[in-house]
């Protein structure tokens, strides 16, 4: 059976000397045997209850706590439900580390989109981040209006070839053209684009913004405050009354 001297046990549970030692004179940690020299001596049990009496303080309680808790004829029950709600913990922990990070990562994205980047495009960012949510609900909805648009184009084609009827048909383009018109109407109620000179957040009409140059989130428009002429950042137009579905 293996047997640890007082350095030896603090190096393996990473206390020092003079923490095993205050364990030892406290009587939450004696020794189980001596060595001729009288040196104390430590076994692998001893190694396993240091290690727990450190987790018991690290998670905040006091000595007496735990020379009451090890004392106590199940300490283990107690022990594992300390440990489980430490484990919730650094869950929880990690999560919103996750959460942090998962935000520096918009952050760096938004700073691609914003040149040249300035303490003022900060808060250019943190506009976007705040209605960014609303703007991802505004634009999966046009998918999904987008994708019926198609189903009925798809559908009334396939029925006009199969049966000769072109009535349908013409209904359907009817229907998607109406529904063309709306969705085109509804984005456009629902957007705004700051400029990344002045930072003034500005609504172009529908005109300007349905024919410019654009990428997934950039328009190319002119600033009406400042007239710079580049690509603008696009968010969601806070001021717009209508909540997107």
């Known amino acids: 059976m293996c047997q640890y001297t007082t350095g030896e046990i603090a190096k393996l549970c990473g206390v020092s000397v003079r923490t095993v030692q205050y364990y ?28 727990i009496i450190c987790f018991l303080r690290e998670a905040g309680l006091p000595i007496r706590s735990i020379d009451e808790l090890l004392a106590e004829a199940d300490p283990g029950s107690v022990i594992s439900l300390l440990l489980e709600e430490q484990a919730q913990v650094l869950r929880r922990e990690m999560a919103q580390s996750q959460d942090k990070l998962n935000r520096l990562t918009e952050i760096r994205r938004a700073l691609r989109d914003i040149r040249p980047f300035s303490v003022e495009s900060l808060g250019d960012i943190a506009y976007i981040m705040e209605n960014k949510e609303k703007l991802s609900r505004l634009r999966r909805f046009m998918i999904v209006v987008g994708i019926g648009m198609d189903l009925i184009e798809i559908a009334t084609a396939i029925l006009w070839w199969k049966t000769g009827l072109w009535q349908p048909f013409a209904l359907g383009m009817a229907v998607v053209i109406a ?45 009406p405050r400042c007239g710079h002429r580049g690509h603008c950042v696009e968010t969601y137009d806070a001021s717009s009354n209508r909540e997107t579905i």
């Open 179 to 223: 529904l063309g018109i709306w969705m085109s109407r509804r984005y456009y109620l629902g957007v705004a684009y700051i400029c990344p000179q002045c930072h003034e957040v500005f609504k172009p009409r529908f005109r300007t913004i349905f024919w410019a140059p654009h990428t997934p989130t950039t328009r190319k428009l002119t600033c």
């Open 24 to 51: 030892d004179a406290r009587g939450i940690l004696l020794p189980s045997g001596f060595s001729e020299g009288g040196r104390r001596l430590y076994s692998e049990e001893d190694v396993k209850k240091l290690r």
